[in-house]
């Protein structure tokens, strides 16, 4: 059974820091492009960052780059995201997700396996 889980979110204050990861079981994520979404309320799914399976070539949202980083550990299949300098603007639920496409996709339908997604409030 093909399961992503999302874990280390929760509350942070500003300017603190938090490391999302994602552990796949059922797959492994060295096949799949991994990337991480976000949905704040109101708003529409919003891919934050990407790590290609092709040739590991990764992307981040403006939102985030220069913050947040991605990196794909193939030995623990596990894929994270940590979170350095957090304002409330990423308070959202991030999810996991998994694209059998070769390249870098932000497009949410591109990506057939998702977690259940994990609350991060950033607030003080």
């Known amino acids: 059974q093909v399961q992503l889980v999302e874990s280390g979110g929760g509350l942070v204050q500003p300017g603190g820091s938090l490391r999302l990861s994602c552990v796949a079981s059922?797959?492994?994520?060295?096949?799949?492009?991994v990337g991480w979404f976000r949905q704040a309320p109101g708003k529409e799914r919003e891919g934050v960052a990407c790590v290609s399976k092709n040739d590991g070539m990764t992307y981040l949202a403006d939102s985030v780059k220069g913050r947040d980083t991605i990196s794909n550990d193939k030995a623990k299949n596990t894929v994270s995201l940590p979170m350095d300098n957090p304002t409330p603007e990423d308070t959202a639920v991030y999810y996991c997700?998994?694209?059998?496409?070769?390249?870098?996709?932000?497009?949410?339908?591109?990506?057939?396996?998702w977690g259940q997604g994990i609350q991060v409030t950033v607030s003080s």
């Open positions: 059922g797959f492994t994520f060295e096949f799949y492009t």
């Open positions: 997700a998994a694209s059998t496409m070769s390249i870098v996709v932000t497009t949410p339908d591109c990506y057939e396996h």
